[in-house]
Nanobody, 114 residues
Framework: QVQLVESGGGLVQPGGSLRLSCAASGIRFINTMAWYRQAPGKQRELVASITSGGSTNYPDSVKGRFTISGDIAKNTVYLQMNSLKPEDTAVYYC?????????WGQGTQVTVSS
C-alpha cells in the first residue's frame, strides 16, 4: 500500500523559512516527486518538482525562493521555502508519479502571517 508522509508545515512570519519533508513507502519506479499547494478558493498548483534524473522545475511565483531536493532512489523529497510571503499560505501536498500511477499525501498546512 502506497503511503506518503509529509511533515514540516506550520506558522511562520513573512520573510521566514520552513522546510517540508515527504517520505514515500510501498512504491517503486518513481519518475517524479513534486510539491503542490492549494489555497482556499483556488486551484491546486505545482510548486516544485524533481525527476529521477535530478531535473527540477519551479513556477515563476516561487523561483529563487523555494528549492526542491531529495533522493528519489530513497523515496524522499524536501522543499526548502525561504523569504515566505502571505500569499504562500496554503495546504502543501506531496505528489509522486510512477509509470503506473500518481499518489498524493494528506497535505500539511503552511501559514505565513505576522
Amino acid at each position: 500500500q502506497v503511503q506518503l508522509v509529509e511533515s514540516g508545515g506550520g506558522l511562520v512570519q513573512p520573510g521566514g523559512s520552513l522546510r517540508l519533508s515527504c517520505a514515500a513507502s510501498g512504491i517503486r519506479f518513481i519518475n517524479t516527486m513534486a510539491w503542490y499547494r492549494q489555497a482556499p478558493g483556488k486551484q491546486r498548483e505545482l510548486v516544485a518538482s524533481i525527476t529521477s534524473g535530478g531535473s527540477t522545475n519551479y513556477p515563476d511565483s516561487v523561483k529563487g525562493r523555494f528549492t526542491i531536493s531529495g533522493d528519489i532512489a530513497k523515496n524522499t523529497v524536501y522543499l526548502q521555502m525561504n523569504s515566505l510571503k502571505p500569499e504562500d499560505t496554503a495546504v502543501y501536498y506531496c505528489n509522486v508519479r510512477t509509470p503506473f500511477k500518481t499518489s498524493w499525501g494528506q497535505g500539511t498546512q503552511v501559514t505565513v502571517s505576522s
